[in-house]
């Protein structure tokens, strides 16, 4: 089950072009890492002080997609010019959970921060499944029914509508489902 994540061949073809021009412009993977973080955060600033609806909509929407297209392109931007290193990598991880943190601060004007705080511990679960499945030699298992792809459409439904609290429960129970679910697939790998 690899939810909207079965798409990422097709934005990878996307960003194709932009991938070029970075190689060419010998922009570091980690600039990208930290853009990131950065669309991330102005995502969920968004989130907070914009009134619900197309006025927090659009900008939530293209700030995570800019997030996406950035956690996209710096991988494949250091296998494109051969700087992938191990730095790199733990980098990435670490780029890719703070982003996820950073856009979910953005609900804590919105809805209570125990429900804030749940959400961003699940959120960061089925990737520490994955990473703990990596590290004890299974393939990297990403994709599920509440990936960062489905948490990032999430986000920008509860910008447009107002919907808080019920997009966090969503988040939280569908981020706990996709790490059970990456957990059984990784359980069975290492059988």
Do not use: H, Q
């Amino acid at each position: 089950m690899n939810g909207l994540y079965a798409l990422k061949p097709w934005y990878a073809s996307r960003l194709s072009g932009v991938r070029a021009a970075l190689v060419r412009r010998e922009v570091s993977p980690d600039t990208l890492t930290a853009a990131g973080v950065v669309s991330a955060a102005g995502a969920g600033a968004a989130v907070a002080w914009l009134p619900a609806g197309p006025l927090a909509a659009l900008p939530v929407a293209v700030l995570l997609a800019a997030r996406l297209a950035f956690a996209n392109l710096d991988g494949a931007l250091a296998r494109d010019t051969g700087r992938t290193t191990r730095r790199g990598a733990v980098l990435n991880e670490l780029g890719d959970r703070a982003a996820d943190l950073v856009v979910l601060a953005g609900f804590t004007v919105l809805a209570p921060l125990w429900l804030v705080a749940v959400a961003a511990l699940a959120a960061t679960l089925p990737s520490w499944v994955s990473l703990a499945g990596t590290a004890a030699g299974a393939p990297r298992r990403n994709g599920g029914p509440v990936g960062k792809t489905e948490r990032c459409l999430l986000v920008v439904i509860a910008a447009a509508t107002g919907w808080a609290v019920p997009v966090l429960v969503v988040i939280a129970a569908g981020s706990a489902l996709t790490a059970v679910v990456r957990f059984g697939w990784v359980w069975r790998k290492l059988a």
